[in-house]
């Protein structure tokens, strides 16, 4: 148990469906943040939230959109997406101390299916 | 561009010694991560290093050399259950994660 908790692990969606993802932590961290891990690739950067401010979107397409309404809870919202968007996606917090020895711990991921 | 290399699978026998490189290059350096990612879970935290040198924590130690840019972990004793892969990750100079693909290692009894 890592302090960060995923729902739903599981997900198959079709590309015309709506549906969100939800992370929260319990560790009392200010950063936030929004992985896709595809098999054989590295982590994927999406979205970072520091202090519920948006700080990093590295050129994620529309269909994905977050929210972060406090520091405790992150939300991945999903529409239109295409068969190559099925990955697994991991949620992260941090303290959002700034420097070099600002650790992520992960949550263990939603597993999504996009048919 | 930043990069990260590491094997993406090695093999071990139960009770050896593995050990996993991981070379980068970076823009910028603010220490390097080892993290453990069983199949269908969490990747979880193993070590930190940011300076020249060998960390040893029980059975595992993670190595750097930043004028080489590489660095190593070091599993000792090897158990069925570190069956795992495991990812290096590089905090460049905007404070951002760069991550390696993972090496999976698979340990035979």
Known sequence: ETGVTQTPRHLVM???????????????????YWYKQSAKKPLELMFVYN???????????????????????LFLHLHTLQPEDSA???????????????????????????? | ???????????????????????YQTSGFNGLFWYQQHAGEAPTFLS??????????????SFLSRSKGYSYLLLKELQMKDSASYLCAVMDSNYQLIWGAGTKLIIKP
């Open chain 1, 14 to 32: 079709g590309m015309t469906n709506k549906k969100s993802l939800k992370c929260e932590q319990h560790l009392g961290h200010n950063a936030m």
């Open chain 1, 88 to 115: 697994l996606y991991l949620c992260a917090s941090s303290q959002g101390s700034g420097s070099g020895t600002d650790t992520q711990y992960f949550g263990p991921g939603t597993r999504l299916t996009v048919l």
């Open chain 2, 1 to 23: 561009g930043q990069n990260i290399d590491q094997p993406t699978e090695m093999t071990a026998t139960e009770g050896a010694i593995v050990q996993i490189n991981c070379t």
């Open chain 2, 48 to 61: 930190y290093n940011v300076l020249d040198g060998l960390e040893e924590k029980g059975r595992f130690s």
């Open chain 1, 51 to 73: 202090f519920k401010e948006q700080t990093e979107n590295n050129s994620v397409p529309s269909r994905f959109s977050p929210e972060c309404p406090n520091s405790s809870h």
